[in-house]
């Protein structure tokens, strides 16, 4: 949802309601929830909307949870920062809050009854079928979270649809025959694929050292920090059926699978148990962090960890990284247990000595050579095309599913998706790692497919509301100002 969001972000925007409404079902999760300098609280003013921190922090939170997913838990501050998470959560914010001063200033509201509505549809405050309040409140209690500020939340979202959907015009039958012969135009090609397997580069160590001491910069070794950790384990705390079934109750909205559907007390009861033995040993985690305090008690083990080593959350990192040496962090879940941290030293990063940072040196190196010499013979073989050895294709249309060897499906997608963008009767096309080097040879319509009516009107309507959503965005931009007073939200 979120990379489709930044794709699409200037156009098709009444689906942003939906990221709200679908995060609820993981659940809010505080990683990299920021922490900002503010303007009473706000972090920016949107023509006569003020936008809070706590905003800010919730959407950059759903997008941080949304990555870190994707990347399979790899996430840590630096990378969110390199990808420019906080700059996207707040463009989004902005371009909600655009929509929000239109519908404020044009009387468009959304009323009790329709959030009562809304509410009651979502899938997670749901038992049976129906709208739970045991869940609901359950729910807010555990996110600390008021129903007034998740209501008016909801209430915000539905208003952003209500008014983009008064842009809904349907397509005029002349569009309709546009699209069509858009989506049913073929080109028969010639073409010829080339790899960096097909690039020989030859390495040299003078070279090499060359391109290190150039780029020194980019080889640094990770902050590190040397700490002292105390662990309370949870295994050996004891949890009874009864206890468990009412632990469910209160928290099963966040027992959930891969699709977001809630699973039975079943499903969920091993994470159920692991997650009640937790709640059970932090009283003792809290004594034992006091102890470690006071220097009554030792530390289980001594560590020196790069900074965002999978050993620790990225909550716990991140807290990590706020602190100095000395300090004592209070017990935090790692590994299935609690772990109260002493940061001893804080190692800084250096720069890597060319034997250190060689085999990593080398690989990007290469790469950029072979890199270097596929765009020149790409360009070279363009030049003399027509005595190049390449292959012939079938007729090619936008929805048709080829394998253009030697490109797999992905590739071969991609290739023909730029294509037919193309202006250009031969060219070239990078894909992934690849160039294509190609001709139209032929080119015709097709008969429009009488079973592709429904997805020619559809994409026709969708693109005619693209087109009006685009221009009223337009219109916002000049309408309502934005007012930033904190540095780092905008690029």
């Known amino acids: 949802m979120i990379s489709w969001m930044q794709r699409h972000n200037k156009y098709l925007v009444w689906t942003i309601w939906v990221a709200t409404i679908a995060f609820i079902g993981a659940g809010f999760v505080g990683w990299g929830s920021y922490s900002f300098g503010s303007k009473a609280g706000n972090v920016a003013k949107v023509g006569e909307i003020e936008i809070p921190q706590s905003r ?10 949304d990555y870190n997913q ?3 838990g790899q996430l840590d501050e630096a990378k969110a920062k390199e990808l420019g998470l906080v700059q996207q959560a707040f463009s989004i914010i902005a371009l909600q809050t655009k929509i929000l001063n239109f519908a404020k200033e044009n009387g468009i509201i959304v009323s009790d009854e329709e959030v009562a509505e809304a509410l009651k549809g979502i899938r997670v405050f749901q038992k049976n079928g129906q709208f739970s309040k045991e869940i609901y409140d359950s729910y807010l209690k555990n996110r600390r979270m008021t129903a007034k500020t998740f209501e008016g939340s909801l209430r915000e979202e539905l208003t952003i649809a209500k008014t983009l959907n008064l842009l809904t015009v349907k397509a005029l039958p002349f569009e309709k025959e546009v699209v069509s012969s858009a989506i049913n135009i073929a080109d028969r090609i010639a073409y010829k694929v080339l790899t960096p397997d097909a690039i020989e580069v030859e390495i040299k160590e003078e070279e090499l050292r060359a391109y290190w001491e150039e780029k020194k910069k980019n080889f640094m070794t990770p902050r590190a920090y040397r700490l002292s950790i105390l662990w309370t384990e949870s295994a050996g705390a004891e949890v009874t059926e009864e206890e468990l079934q009412k632990f469910f109750a209160e928290n099963s909205f966040n027992y959930t699978d891969q699709e977001g559907k809630q699973l039975t007390f079943e499903e969920a009861k091993e994470a159920l148990t692991d997650d009640l033995k937790l709640k059970k040993s932090k009283k003792s985690a809290q004594k034992a962090y006091i102890a470690f305090k006071k220097g009554e008690l030792s530390s289980s083990e001594t560590l020196t960890l790069p900074v965002n080593d999978a050993r620790l ?22 590994d299935g247990r609690y772990a109260t941290l002493k940061i001893e030293e804080v190692i800084e990063p250096r720069a890597k000595t060319f034997a250190e940072a060689e085999a990593e040196a080398r690989t990007i190196y290469k790469a950029e050579k072979q890199q270097e010499a596929l765009q020149a013979l790409a360009e070279k073989t363009l030049q003399n095309f027509d005595d190049a050895n390449t292959t012939t294709s079938e007729f090619l249309t936008l929805n048709q599913n080829v394998n253009l060897a030697p490109l797999n499906y992905d590739e071969s997608l991609h290739f023909t998706q730029k294509l037919f963008t193309s202006t250009e009767e031969k060219g070239m096309i990078s894909v992934v790692d690849k160039v294509v080097i190609y001709k139209i040879l032929e080119q015709k319509v097709l008969p429009a497919d009488g079973n592709q009516s429904a997805a020619i009107t559809q994409t026709a309507d969708q693109l005619k509301k693209g087109i009006f959503e685009n221009n009223f965005l337009q219109m916002l931009d000049k309408k309502y100002p934005v007012e930033v007073y904190v540095q780092g939200l905008t690029n």
């Open 56 to 65: 800010l922090n919730m959407v950059y939170s759903d997008i941080y949870q």
């Open 313 to 334: 959350t990225a909550e716990i990192w991140e807290e990590i990284q706020q602190k100095s040496a000395g300090e004592i962090l209070k017990p935090k879940i790692a």
């Open 70 to 72: 994707r990347m399979q």
